[in-house]
C-alpha cells in the first residue's frame, strides 16, 4: 500500500528526491514519515509531516539538507536530499500514521510501511 521509489547511487553532495506513493486507501488524512537504517545499525527516524503538510519535524542529523513535503491529490509523500553525505546511506521507509496529528518520530506510531528504497552515497 506504500511504495517507496527515487533511490540510487549518488555522489557525496549531490541530492536525490525519494518518493513514496500510497495506494488501497487515502492517506491524506494520516501523518506520514520518513525512517532509514544504514547496514548493521537500526531503523532511525529521518522526517515527518502532518497529514495537512502545515507541520515537519525533522532528525537533528538531516536538518536544513532533506526536506519532506506531500500532495495529497497524488496520495504521495516527498522527501528531497541535498547535500548527501556517506553517512546518509540507508534503505529509506515510508511510514504512515492513521491516528496522527501531529508528526511523530515514535516508530511505534506508524502503522503502515512501505518496502524501502536503497540509497547509496559515495564518498
Known amino acids: 500500500q506504500l511504495q517507496a521509489s527515487g533511490g540510487g547511487l549518488v555522489q557525496a553532495g549531490g541530492s536525490l528526491r525519494l518518493s513514496c506513493a500510497a495506494s488501497?486507501?487515502?492517506?491524506?488524512?494520516?501523518?506520514m514519515g520518513w525512517f532509514r537504517q544504514a547496514p548493521g545499525k537500526e531503523r532511525k527516524f529521518v522526517a515527518a509531516?502532518?497529514?495537512?503538510?502545515?507541520?515537519?519535524y525533522y532528525a537533528d542529523s538531516v536538518k536544513g539538507r532533506f526536506t519532506i513535503s506531500r500532495d495529497n491529490a497524488k496520495n504521495t509523500v516527498y522527501l528531497q536530499m541535498n547535500s548527501l553525505k556517506p553517512d546518509d546511506t540507508a534503505v529509506y521507509y515510508c511510514?504512515?500514521?492513521?491516528?496522527?496529528?501531529?508528526?511523530?518520530?515514535?516508530?511505534?506510531?506508524?502503522?503502515?510501511w512501505g518496502q524501502g528504497t536503497l540509497v547509496t552515497v559515495s564518498s
Open positions: 511510514a504512515a500514521d492513521r491516528y496522527g496529528v501531529a508528526p511523530t518520530y515514535e516508530e511505534y506510531d506508524y502503522d503502515y
Open positions: 488501497g486507501r487515502t492517506f491524506s488524512s494520516y501523518a
Open positions: 509531516i502532518s497529514w495537512s503538510g502545515g507541520s515537519t
